[in-house]
């Protein structure tokens, strides 16, 4: 449906496939009220407001989204030699966005959020990092890549490992 089509004899006439509850018409009458009772005949312009230029960037929609502070370390897990899955599965985790049992739980998904080993809140710093298992894992993992006191990892993951320290991720078992 056009604007124009909506628009008809000074009066917004807009039909829908089902009715409105009362909290849904009480919506739909403010929305109604600060739409504009006359069309201009010039010609529609595409504008995007979160840009000086007014066209759309994807940096500028990424900044409209996420306006907290910047992630310095974020530019060095991107250029990590990673596959990109591993990458992308960083970020989450460091960012809290996993699907742990806390976060399944707050949108009423199964479980109750408690960890099945431990019987505390399950989120992803747990998972990763505190739960005894994982810390066994990781301890298993130190050893395992240790080798007479030198980390046996690439320079470029060893600097993003500290740089995630210093900028002091919250995820503190990027200790290896």
Known sequence: MLVAEAMQEAHWNIPFRRTFNNAEAADFVRLRGSLPLSLSVERDEISWSQSPSGAFSVGSAYRTLFQGPELLWA??????????????????LLRDRLPSGVEVSKRNGPGDGLCPLC???????HIMFTCPAAQFLWNFIREALVLRGRPKISRSSWKLRQTVL???ATSSGWCL
């Not at 530019?75 to 989450?92: C, Y």
């Open 75 to 92: 530019s060095h897990l991107w250029k990590a030699p990673l596959p990109l899955s591993v990458s992308i599965f960083v970020w989450q």
């Open 166 to 168: 210093e900028e002091g």
């Open 119 to 125: 019987g505390i809140p399950e989120s992803c710093t």
